[in-house]
């Protein structure tokens, strides 16, 4: 299946959906890899692999959040993009690109959502005391950070933990998660099973 790839950042989590693509038996190949920032590590790091890459600069749209959005869809469509996953896409979608792509468009989370939806998620664990956290991949619809959950991994709560030693042990559970789940979804059916959710790693 031909998915694309929608980021704005370091692309970590694009890394490890382009590296499970190389497994022979992975159900996807990435044609695309569009960011809304030309400087975006990740585009580097895409083109660098040998995908196709786009930038499309929301900055060059002024305020024109539709305009941008729909030069997005074009790109996902001349790219022959079945699916699309969001990995540190930091722009709020409005509902056109949601509903044109409503079921076949995936994003991940860093918390175990519906808890901390938005940003610094990682801060605002800490802050609340909880013992679990983890991410989350999720179907994307108009609401953020609310869609169906198609999978979750968690991640214990250390003493002494700092927002970035939590944030980096809620990455590595990332970039296993999205690509099974992303594997998952594209081979059966989207009921979950027990597989969709990752044990605590201690
Ligand atoms: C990840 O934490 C992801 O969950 C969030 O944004 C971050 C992107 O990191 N949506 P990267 O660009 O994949 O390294």
Redesign the pocket.
């Known amino acids: 299946t031909p998915v694309a790839i929608l980021?704005s950042?370091?692309?970590?989590?694009?890394t490890a959906l382009i590296e499970a693509c190389k497994q022979p038996d992975f159900p996807a190949r990435i044609c695309l890899v569009l960011s809304n920032k030309p400087d975006a590590p990740?585009l580097d790091m895409a083109r660098a692999a040998g995908l196709e890459t786009v930038a499309i600069d929301h900055r060059l749209y002024k305020k024109d959040r539709d305009a941008h959005e729909r030069a997005v869809d074009a790109a996902l469509r001349d790219a022959g993009a079945e699916v699309v996953c969001l990995?540190?896409y930091m722009r709020l979608l409005t509902p056109f690109l949601t509903t044109q792509w409503a079921g076949k468009m995936l994003n991940?989370?860093?918390s175990l959502l519906p808890v901390f939806p938005g940003l610094h998620t990682h801060e605002r664990a800490l802050e609340a005391g909880v013992r679990i956290h983890g991410?989350t991949v999720h179907l994307v619809t108009e609401g953020m950070d609310e869609g169906p959950i198609l999978g979750q991994a968690a991640v214990p709560v250390l003493p002494g933990d700092t927002a970035d030693a939590l944030a980096a042990r809620v990455?590595r559970q990332?970039h296993q998660l999205y690509p099974g789940v992303l594997r998952r979804y594209l081979t059966k059916s989207q009921a979950p099973t027990s597989a969709d959710a990752a044990l605590l790693v201690a």
């Open positions: 980021l950042g370091r692309g970590s989590n694009a990740g990995a540190g991940i989370h860093p991410c990455l990332e």
